[in-house]
């Protein structure tokens, strides 16, 4: 029994020893692959926008794909863009869900990448065809955005006129939604407003107006506040 009890315990220590051993390898590679694509070149081309695509997978309480129970599994969304160079072969990023709606097919401009990584891409020309919508009274912004709690989900591609009433219905529920929301205000004058989740209590408002930028971190009164006066300035 005592000889019994000493091997298993062996066989305890050698298992735990060969999964640490692979845990330090997988760091390893990790860390080299991190640092290789760091060393990358940035790239930037011409290219033409393809398509925004989505792959969605069940993964068990460890993440892995392996015995997942449909009640206690996860659900993860990958999302990737495709660009088409005007010389060289196509080329897809994995992005967050925020960028694959961003475009509209047929977007042509500036693409910059490094290595496996999406940096940017500015539009020239857009892909967009017009979208005949009822006219609305008042002062109205372009909006896209999504916020799976509201079930709120308008493409770059369908861009539509809201109101200030509009966003003020939305922007009262958003407290209580607990997804990656986010959405885009854009005026007739180019002018630009990105508001996101940033954690329970903050967002994240990113303004753009020419070639300036800014950014503010502010609680949810504080960005009802910021929308409005967005609004006041058209």
């Not at 060289?88 to 869900?97: D, I, M, Y």
């Not at 990105?194 to 949810?220: F, K, P």
């Amino acid at each position: 029994m005592l000889f019994l009890s000493s091997a298993g315990a062996l066989i305890g220590v050698i298992v735990a020893l060969i999964g640490v051993i692979a845990v330090i390898i997988a760091v390893i590679v990790v860390m080299g692959n991190m640092k290789k694509q760091k060393n990358l070149p940035i790239v930037t081309v011409e290219a033409k926008f393809l398509g925004a695509k989505s792959n969605t997978r069940s993964v068990n309480e460890n993440f892995t794909s392996e015995t997942v129970d449909r009640f206690s599994g996860h659900q993860i969304t990958s999302n990737y863009i495709e660009f088409k160079p005007k010389q060289g072969k196509k080329l897809s990023f994995k992005v967050k869900g925020k960028i694959a709606i961003k475009y509209n097919d047929g977007d042509t401009g500036t693409l910059t990448y490094q290595g496996y990584k999406f940096l940017d891409f500015v539009v020239k020309e857009s892909g967009l065809t017009p979208k005949v919508q009822t006219p609305k009274k008042g002062k109205t912004v372009l909006f896209y955005g999504e916020a799976e709690g509201l079930d709120v989900m308008v493409s770059s591609k369908e861009r539509i006129k809201y109101t200030l009433q509009d966003m003020e219905n939305i922007l009262a529920k958003l407290p209580q939604d607990s997804s990656d929301w986010f959405f885009v205000l854009k005026k007739a004058d180019g002018a630009e407003l990105m508001v996101e989740r940033s954690g329970e209590t903050d967002v994240l408002c990113t303004l753009n107006i020419g070639r300036e930028e800014t950014e503010n971190t502010m609680s949810y009164a504080d960005m009802i506040s910021y929308v409005k006066v967005f609004f006041q300035d058209i």
